[in-house]
């Protein structure tokens, strides 16, 4: 299986939208026991509980270490999921796995970003990264599919979402940061972007979600629901330090027109809480230098926008909050044909993101 020296564009792959079949969907199992606590045993259930609500629509695939292989195969009882063994630093398979691009003529092929756990020695939430760098490219060997790899470049999966259709949404706060890939002008990335992902518009938000640790990823914050369609996250709460960002988003994505030369229409999700760790989730971490502080007074960036689309469902996270219910409903209302399935969400916050983070769909190969 040789690995191309092109560009996915160049080769004729684009990435697909979400809502497109899928083959399968990834997770890792957690347990990074500075990162989630208890030694990683609420955030195993919570994470088995959303391999099992995504199970009941197409096969998923766990990756888990030698340490935890077999106790991630017996929590995870469900003939269909496979566990693999795969060294990892954590669990955010959607911004340590491979960006799958399909073609016309029934390939499937993976784009392995660089990683640098969200910022390198400049704001990253943990070091070393070097095992989570390599399961894009592991994943990718165990499907035999050929591997796009970005030496020079940075990105995680999380930040950013596309309509399938020539159109990708991001964040000026991540992908400009500073801390992810300081030698490229903001034209150098649209560059990048468009020849791996086969995209024509780029739709730049200014801000994600306060207090996101990944620097504001996207998909904590504003999704497609379907070609011209998205879903915002949204206060009407001027005090709510989200009340500006939402605001300035909601300014751009008016503003904006798709490679369809669309205009966008806007649904707005509510965002839930504000909601806080408790002293004693918080006290349940271990304390390692260089790893991100847990804290009672830091708000946590809860989000309903934080859910996977899967063949015939949408698996979202509920978090025990007064807008549950709400959220719901806008779910269903925007996806009228998928069965909306809430899954408890809190134990994957209080590690630093949900369901979308935890998750990596793989696309389904098409022949047109």
């Known amino acids: 299986m040789s690995n191309p020296t092109s560009t996915p564009r160049a ?33 195993q259930a919570a994470f088995a509980a959303v391999a099992k609500a995504i199970a009941r629509f197409e096969p998923v695939t766990v990756c888990a270490s030698a340490g935890q292989y077999e106790n991630a195969r017996a929590r995870l009882d469900d003939g269909n999921i496979r566990v693999v063994e795969i060294s990892n630093d954590d669990a955010w398979v959607r911004d340590t796995g491979p960006t799958f691009v399909i ?14 756990a969200w910022g390198g020695f400049e704001g990253g939430l943990y070091f070393p990264w070097q095992r989570d760098d390599q399961v894009a490219r592991k994943i ?13 470049f ?16 991001t964040t000026e706060e991540c992908l400009l940061n500073h801390n992810r890939n300081p030698h490229l002008s903001q034209a150098e990335i649209e560059r990048t972007l468009r020849d791996y992902l086969a995209v024509e518009s780029i ?11 990944t620097d504001g990823h996207v998909d904590n914050f504003c999704c497609y629901v379907r070609p011209g369609e998205v879903l915002l996250a949204w206060t009407d709460d001027q005090d709510d330090p989200n009340y500006l ?12 027109r798709d490679a369809k030369g669309r205009k966008l229409v806007v649904h707005k999700m509510p965002i839930p809480g504000p909601l806080y760790a408790t002293q004693e989730e ?20 809860g989000s309903y926008v934080n859910f996977l689309i899967v063949n015939g469902g949408i698996v979202a996270p509920s978090f025990d909050d007064p807008k549950d219910a709400e959220a719901r409903a806008i779910l269903q209302r925007v996806f009228p ?4 399935v809430m899954v408890p969400g809190r134990e994957i916050l209080l590690g630093g993101g949900n369901i979308h983070c935890i998750t990596q769909q793989q696309p389904a190969p098409r022949k047109a």
């Open 203 to 213: 739709i730049w938000l200014p801000n994600g979600l306060y207090n996101d640790e």
């Open 154 to 169: 940075v990105l995680e999966g999380g930040s950013i979402h596309v309509d399938g259709e020539g159109t990708l949404i």
């Open 245 to 256: 960002r939402c605001q300035a988003a909601l300014r751009v994505l008016e503003e904006s």
């Open 140 to 152: 990718l060997e165990i499907e035999r599919r050929a591997r796009y790899r970005t030496d020079d």
């Open 282 to 301: 918080c006290d349940g971490v271990d304390i390692v230098e260089g790893s991100q502080p847990r804290d009672p007074s830091i708000r946590l960036a």
């Open 337 to 340: 044909e998928h069965e909306v």
């Open 11 to 43: 080769d004729g792959f684009r990435m697909p939208a979400e809502w497109e079949p899928h083959e399968q969907t990834w997770m890792v199992w957690p347990e990074r026991p500075d990162n989630w606590r208890n030694g990683g045993k609420p955030a």
């Open 103 to 116: 073609d016309d003529k029934g390939d499937v092929r993976g784009v392995d970003w660089g990683f640098n």
